[in-house]
Nanobody, 124 residues
């Protein structure tokens, strides 16, 4: 069974940084596109960042580009999201996902496997 597990969420002040991690089991990690999504209360799920199977191609939502960096280590079956200069509007539950398609402007589709989420809260 495929399992995804996020960690690293916390409550921080605006301008601070966090690094989220996601580990995967039950699949061949380097065969799959990976992505980060987030969802705030009352909002729909938003694509944040996406990365190709090799890490050669990365995608970011307009709202986070220049502040967030996605990366992966296929040998360790681990996905990261480095989040710098966090803002209150970044407050959300963050999810990692696998086996989908990356597109522009946060349009990431057809992801089959999802983690349980990790909460990020940013105060002003």
């Amino acid at each position: 069974q495929v399992q995804m597990a996020e960690s690293g969420g916390a409550s921080v002040q605006a301008g601070e940084s966090l690094r989220l991690s996601c580990t995967a089991s039950g699949l061949t990690f380097d065969d799959h596109t990976m992505a980060w999504f987030r969802q705030a209360p009352g909002n729909g799920r938003e694509g944040v960042s996406c990365i190709s199977w090799s890490g050669a191609y990365t995608y970011y939502a307009d709202s986070v580009e220049g502040r967030f960096t996605i990366s992966r280590d296929n040998d360790k079956n681990t996905l990261w999201l480095q989040m710098d200069n966090l803002q209150p509007e970044d407050t959300a539950m963050y999810y990692c996902a696998a086996n989908g398609v990356c597109g522009d402007s946060g349009h990431y589709t057809y992801f089959d496997y999802w983690g349980q989420g990790t909460q990020v809260t940013v105060t002003s």
